[in-house]
């Protein structure tokens, strides 16, 4: 939910929903950590790999850049791999994009990325870093 529909509900429903929502981030922000897309790497390696190369070219930006990564865990969680869809677990989604967001240029951090569609939803695939929280609104 945008921060300014947060000033429409009563104060003490605003503080408590700030309170359980992380302001929205992107993937320029450092949203997984090294460790996570190493683990995505050899995963790639053993069941992507034989199908297609890490998607790190500009028709893959094209296509998701602007669009939230639980939309991309939701494709890769129902999709693939193509052969045996399904057969995925949330942490090797989530692995499997943190070592799809360093294949595209996109820095490591020092949280990793949920393996949580709701929480995805709050990271917009994107090269601009959000802005810094000490500078937005507070509430
Ligand atoms: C059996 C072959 C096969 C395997 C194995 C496979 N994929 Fe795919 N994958 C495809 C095909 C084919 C497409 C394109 C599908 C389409 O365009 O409809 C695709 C597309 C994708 C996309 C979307 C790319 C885009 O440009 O939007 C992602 C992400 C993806 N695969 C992730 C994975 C991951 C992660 C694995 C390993 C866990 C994997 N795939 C394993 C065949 C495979």
Redesign the pocket.
């Known amino acids: 939910m945008p921060l300014r529909l947060l000033a429409l509900l009563p104060l003490g429903v605003a503080t408590a929903i700030a309170a359980t929502q992380q302001a929205p981030r992107t993937t320029a922000d450092g949203v997984y950590t090294p460790q996570q897309a190493d683990a995505g790497k050899d995963?790639?390696v053993m069941?992507?790999q034989?199908?297609?190369q890490p998607?790190n070219g500009p028709?893959?930006k094209a296509?998701?850049m602007g669009r939230d990564l639980g939309q991309?865990f939701e494709?890769?969680m129902n999709?693939?791999?193509?052969?045996?869809p399904g057969s995925?677990s949330e942490d090797?989604?989530a692995s499997?994009?943190a070592f799809?967001m360093r294949a595209n240029g996109m820095p490591a951090g020092a949280t990793a990325l949920p393996a949580d569609q709701a929480a995805l939803a709050r990271i917009r695939f994107d090269s601009v870093r959000s802005a810094p929280t000490s500078t937005g609104p507070r509430r």
Do not use: Q
């Open positions: 995963l790639w069941r992507c034989s199908c297609h998607h028709n893959f296509k998701w991309l494709y890769t999709e693939m791999p193509k052969s045996d995925l090797e989604v499997a994009i799809l």
